[in-house]
């Protein structure tokens, strides 16, 4: 793990309970405000839009950052009526300088809680938004994670692997990729006539139910961060699930 960042960012009095979790109600009965990152197609935000609305989740998407102009994900934002602000890796130095952008737009916008949907570019994450990243990787963490691995690449890599087992994994981030402790993964199998486009089907199917899981669980303080891991509370439905 590389050290954490030293993200400059506006501070807007966010006020943290014990465990870490935002708390500005005082009876932490609002929705999670979260800022959702991606670099594509958004067909993870879509999703995520889709299931807050049909299953009451208490989320509300308040921003997205996009590293590309062109991106359909851009799109979905508009159409969905989310500001939408362009923060580009090319546009900044380093590494540090674009993730203190990032945050300050984070900060600015009083987020609880960053969800990176087909987020490509590396972050450096404050040491006061640790436990409040996450990330879904298309594949079996630690296996095929890493820099260069996303998308079709991933999936491309399992099939010439050999396994017979794939999936997804739901993480916290941290400052190295697809490295933050892991929160939850679901398998699925790989066929023998799996094409690339097949097994990453049948992947982003789990990732469409799992995703939003986590995400509400953690904005209800029930999964979280610590020192050694990822602590889950009785009230989670990992717990319950007994994943």
Request: aromatic share 6%; charged share 20%; hydrophobic share 40%.
């Amino acid at each position: 793990m590389v050290a954490r960042g030293k993200a400059v960012v506006r501070s807007v009095g966010l006020r943290l309970d014990e465990g870490g979790t935002v708390d500005r109600t005082n009876g932490g009965s609002r929705s999670a405000r979260v800022v959702v990152l991606l670099s594509g197609t958004g067909r993870t935000l879509k999703n995520l839009l889709d299931v807050i609305h049909e299953e009451n989740l208490p989320l509300e998407i308040v921003k997205v950052i996009s590293t590309r102009r062109t991106v359909a994900g851009n799109d979905v934002a508009r159409n969905a009526g989310i500001p939408l602000s362009i923060a580009r890796r090319r546009d900044m130095q380093t590494d540090e300088s674009f993730s203190n952008l990032i945050f300050q737009i984070v900060e600015y916008v009083e987020a609880d809680l960053v969800v990176c949907a087909g987020f490509l570019s590396k972050l450096e994450v404050p040491d006061h938004y640790m436990g409040r990243v996450l990330n879904i990787h298309p594949s079996l963490l630690p296996l095929f994670g890493g820099k260069g691995f996303y998308g079709d690449a991933v999936h491309s890599a399992v099939l010439e692997s050999g396994m017979r087992v794939s999936g997804c994994t739901v993480h916290f981030v941290d400052n190295a990729y697809d490295a933050g402790p892991i929160i939850a993964q679901c398998c699925v199998p790989v066929l023998p006539d799996d094409s690339v486009q097949s097994l990453a089907g049948r992947v982003f199917e789990q990732e469409c139910s799992l995703y939003p899981e986590i995400i509400t669980d953690v904005a209800r303080g029930n999964i979280r961060m610590t020192s050694t891991g990822v602590q889950f509370s009785l009230d989670s439905a990992r717990h319950n699930a007994g994943t």
